[in-house]
T-cell receptor, first 112, second 112 residues
Framework: EADIYQTPRYLVIGTGKKITLECSQT?????MYWYQQDPGMELHLIHY???????EKGDLSSESTVSRIRTEHFPLTLESARPSHTSQYLC???????????FGQGTRLTVV | AQSVAQPEDQVNVAEGNPLTVKCTYS??????LFWYVQYPNRGLQFLLK??????LVKGSYGFEAEFNKSQTSFHLKKPSALVSDSALYLC??????????FGKGTTLSVSS
């Protein structure tokens, strides 16, 4: 098992609420990623970070934001949740850009 | 831009038979190729990777994959399928210095 943790595992929240999805890893990895996965669909990269104070948007446009103040922590925030944000969010980390990524168990978000 | 294609949404095999899950990729440089498995309500688990060297790569749980540069393919194989192998299999590619890009996944169903 990889040492990368996501909380909460499941979240049901009302439209307009602000939410933060937590992701932490204890492997000391510099590289961290957020992916969005809809049922039966591929994973889409929405944010990534190559180190502290470094964040970039991924291929899929997202209204979420991320921060990387500490190496081990890479939270994702939605300022105002909408039903279109309903999805599974997967966090990952890797030691370098050319090695395998380790994934958390995901947060399944439902916005009602 | 890099991309990954998994042409089969679902593969059905009988227990004990060999299985193949197909993956083709497109990159402009040298590819780094990965296979992951995802069980229901779980994160992704790393199976194997090709970076360089021998075209036949062996990974976890008896899986292997063959890198074919001329056909730009990286098919996942196992000589004898188990019912417990039933899951979603995702192929991913990375060019040097970029994040992982995933295919849409292939659902493997192994019947007893």
């Amino acid at each position: 098992e990889a040492d990368i943790y996501q909380t909460p595992r499941y979240l049901v929240i009302g439209t307009g609420k602000k939410i933060t999805l937590e992701c932490s890893q204890t492997m000391g990895h510099d590289k961290m990623y957020w992916y969005q996965q809809d049922p039966g669909m591929e994973l889409h990269l929405i944010h990534y970070s190559y180190g502290v104070n470094s964040t970039e948007k991924g291929d899929l446009s997202s209204e979420s934001t991320v921060s990387r103040i500490r190496t081990e922590h890479f939270p994702l925030t939605l300022e105002s949740a909408r039903p279109s944000h309903t999805s599974q969010y997967l966090c990952a980390s890797s030691a370098t850009v050319n090695t395998e990524a380790f994934f958390g168990q995901g947060t399944r978000l439902t916005v009602v | 831009a890099q991309s990954v294609a998994q042409p089969e949404d679902q593969v059905n095999v009988a227990e004990g038979n060999p299985l193949t899950v197909k993956c083709t990729y497109s990159v402009s440089g040298n590819p780094y190729l990965f296979w992951y498995v995802q069980y229901p309500n779980r994160g992704l688990q790393f199976l194997l990777k090709y970076i360089t060297g021998d075209n036949l790569v062996k990974g976890s749980y008896g899986f292997e994959a063959e890198f074919n540069k001329s056909q730009t393919s990286f098919h996942l194989k196992k000589p004898s399928a188990l019912v417990s192998d039933s899951a979603l299999y995702l192929c991913a590619v990375r060019e040097t210095g970029t994040a992982l890009i995933f295919g849409k996944g292939t659902t493997l169903s192994v019947s007893s």
